[in-house]
């Protein structure tokens, strides 16, 4: 069925996540969404009410799921990019330079800085003649090499601090080639997900937030930033993280 000419869709990868998810049942419940895609590895779980699709996040896959969505909602107006992974089976953040191991280190850059690229890469030629297009990816905080203090955890500031000199560049390219689209690098801050699970002890009261919530402030400060081509690295608060 053709999309109505003032009808506006949105697209979230990463859909099965904590923050994904909450992330389209925001924009699913906005009302001025009549199509909201995601992507994600089970497709089978998503609410009712959204385009569901189902990847393993390879780049011939990224490219065609990118092309389908492209091509039926062409006027993508939110895109929220929330691939993250922090630990898994044989990995988990590194407190020392000896612990150090390339293949945890590649498993982490691939999902942190490497598939939001090539998710952007993919959508990019799509968004030329988009009149207003706002993108956020989850980064984080401990990604800014101004504001690291404490060091550690090599491979996932690396990664976050990669991604976002990629979505920077990102920034620049698309002024000039999309001058309706808006990216954004958004730490969420403390969320009670699987991803913060085993570091949430001492998390001050109130800091530790819902899904819900960083979804909530997340749709909040989409609206409020439209396309001005510059990348905003900004935290769920909206004040702005140093590089």
Same mark, same amino acid.
């Given at each position: 069925m053709a999309e109505d000419d003032n %009808?506006? #869709?949105? !697209?979230?990868?990463?859909? +099965?996540?904590?923050?994904?998810?909450?992330?389209a049942t925001q924009l699913a419940q906005d009302g001025r969404f009549d199509t909201v895609w995601t992507v994600s590895r089970n497709a089978s779980d998503a609410a009712p009410g959204l385009r569901?699709?189902?990847?393993?996040?390879?780049?011939?896959?990224?490219?065609?799921? %990118?092309? #389908?969505? !492209?091509?039926?909602?062409? +006027?993508?107006?939110?895109?929220?990019i929330a691939l993250g992974t922090l630990h898994g089976e044989g990995y988990g953040p590194e407190k020392s330079l000896e612990a150090l191991e390339g293949a945890s280190m590649e498993a982490v850059y691939r999902v942190n800085c490497m598939l939001p690229l090539l998710w952007l890469a993919a959508l990019a030629p799509g968004l030329r003649k988009n009149p207003d297009c706002r993108i956020a990816v989850l980064s984080a905080r401990v990604g800014s090499i101004g504001d690291n203090g404490l060091g550690g955890w090599y491979s996932y500031r690396s990664a976050k601090a990669a991604l976002n000199m990629g979505l920077k560049c990102a920034s620049i390219e698309l002024a000039r080639r999309a001058k309706g689209v808006k990216l954004?690098?958004?730490?969420?801050?403390?969320?009670?997900?699987?991803?913060?699970?085993?570091?949430?002890?001492?998390?001050?009261?109130?800091?530790?937030?819902t899904p819900a919530f960083v979804a909530?402030?997340?749709?909040?400060?989409?609206?409020?930033h439209p396309a001005d081509g510059?990348?905003?690295?900004?935290?769920?608060?909206?004040k702005t993280i140093p590089w």
């Open positions: %009808s506006a #869709q949105a !697209l979230v990868v990463g859909g +099965r996540g904590g923050i994904g998810s909450a992330m569901s699709l189902e990847t393993e996040h390879d780049e011939a896959h990224i490219k065609v799921l %990118s092309e #389908q969505v !492209l091509a039926e909602s062409p +006027r993508l107006s939110r895109v929220v954004m690098a958004f730490h969420p801050g403390t969320v009670d997900t699987p991803l913060s699970e085993p570091f949430q002890r001492g998390i001050p009261e109130g800091k530790l937030f909530e402030r997340l749709s909040e400060l989409l609206d409020s510059e990348l905003s690295y900004l935290d769920w608060a909206g």
